[in-house]
């Protein structure tokens, strides 16, 4: 529990940066790949692949044919639909499994929300005590369960 709190203590500090003015969107297309270790101040949506660790401020969305596969994914909140093979995922806010999601790893997550069919390997658990969020919400705010559709 002391690793878990110290853990988001030193990641909300390294993310008080000041904020983009306009909500800024990486986008890993289909086909395209990523090896290493990567870091997004904005929005990042993967339907490709990423090796490596990934660590997002903001909403880290897994499209239907994205994967990541590697020891540690961070963000504040993520959408998960494809793969993701991680050690370790760290979500400050909330995290959504849709149905064609599969998700492996050790997950800690301020908030989860699984949808019916979705394959999930590894361990849950939520810690809202510990996730008292500082910075404002991210852009667009938290998606809820009804909004998932798209």
């Given at each position: 529990?002391?690793?878990?709190?110290k853990?988001?203590?030193?990641?909300?500090?390294?993310?008080?940066r000041?904020?983009?003015?306009?909500?800024k969107?990486?986008?890993?297309?289909?086909?395209?790949?990523?090896?290493?270790?990567?870091?997004?101040?904005?929005?990042?949506?993967?339907?490709?692949?990423?090796?490596?660790?990934?660590?997002?401020?903001?909403?880290?969305?897994?499209?239907?044919?994205?994967?990541?596969?590697?020891?540690?994914?961070?963000?504040?909140?993520?959408?998960?639909?494809?793969?993701?093979?991680?050690?370790?995922i760290?979500?400050?806010?909330?995290?959504?499994?849709?149905?064609?999601?599969?998700?492996?790893?050790?997950?800690?997550?301020?908030?989860?929300?699984?949808?019916?069919g979705?394959?999930?390997?590894?361990?849950?658990?939520?810690i809202?005590?510990?996730m008292?969020?500082?910075?404002?919400?991210?852009?667009?705010?938290?998606?809820?369960?009804?909004?998932?559709?798209s």
């Open positions: 529990m002391k690793y878990v709190a853990f988001m203590s030193r990641f909300r500090q390294q993310h008080r000041s904020k983009p003015a306009k909500p969107i990486t986008t890993l297309a289909a086909g395209d790949e990523a090896h290493g270790d990567i870091y997004a101040s904005g929005d990042l949506r993967v339907d490709g692949i990423i090796c490596g660790q990934v660590d997002v401020y903001s909403r880290l969305e897994i499209g239907e044919s994205g994967l990541i596969e590697g020891p540690e994914a961070k963000a504040g909140d993520m959408v998960v639909r494809g793969t993701v093979k991680v050690d370790q760290m979500i400050v806010n909330s995290l959504i499994v849709t149905s064609t999601a599969y998700l492996e790893g050790q997950v800690i997550a301020g908030s989860i929300y699984m949808e019916a979705c394959t999930v390997r590894g361990s849950m658990r939520t809202t005590s510990t008292n969020n500082p910075y404002p919400p991210v852009v667009g705010g938290l998606l809820s369960p009804p909004e998932m559709e």
